[in-house]
């Protein structure tokens, strides 16, 4: 992945901020789920501070995706079908070649653009 889209908007290496949005929560209640305050969460999302792989994992369940969803992967404007797509072509890619992977993310975008 491109350092460009490994990052989010704000140049931010995470999309937890786009998760917790599209669970609908605010960052007082990811904040209270998890035992922090929710100045820390703002400092998360922000880069100010970084996360840790433990800190991750919280986040993944209390927002229902995988740590590696919240690093990689921005939900926002996707549906959970295109979701799940870019999960399994992610899955697929450990069995397979990097031709046949980026093939198959070619398809997916192509897709995903005439859903649009």
Not at 38 to 51: C, D, P, R, V
Request: hydrophobic share 35%; proline share 3%; glycine share 6%.
């Amino acid at each position: 992945m491109s350092e460009s889209r490994s990052r989010n908007d704000e140049g931010i290496g995470h999309y937890i901020k786009q998760w917790r949005e599209r669970r609908g929560k605010t960052q007082e209640q990811l904040a209270a789920a998890i035992g922090m305050s929710q100045g820390w969460i703002a400092q998360l999302e922000s880069g100010t501070i970084a996360y840790s792989q433990k800190r991750l994992e919280e986040l993944g369940v209390i927002l229902d995706c995988s740590p590696a969803d919240l690093i990689s992967l921005d939900p926002t404007g996707l549906k959970d079908d295109q979701i799940d797509l870019v999960r399994q072509i992610v899955r697929m890619s450990k069995a397979h070649s990097p031709e046949v992977v980026e093939k198959a993310f070619q398809l997916a975008r192509a897709l995903l653009e005439t859903n649009d």
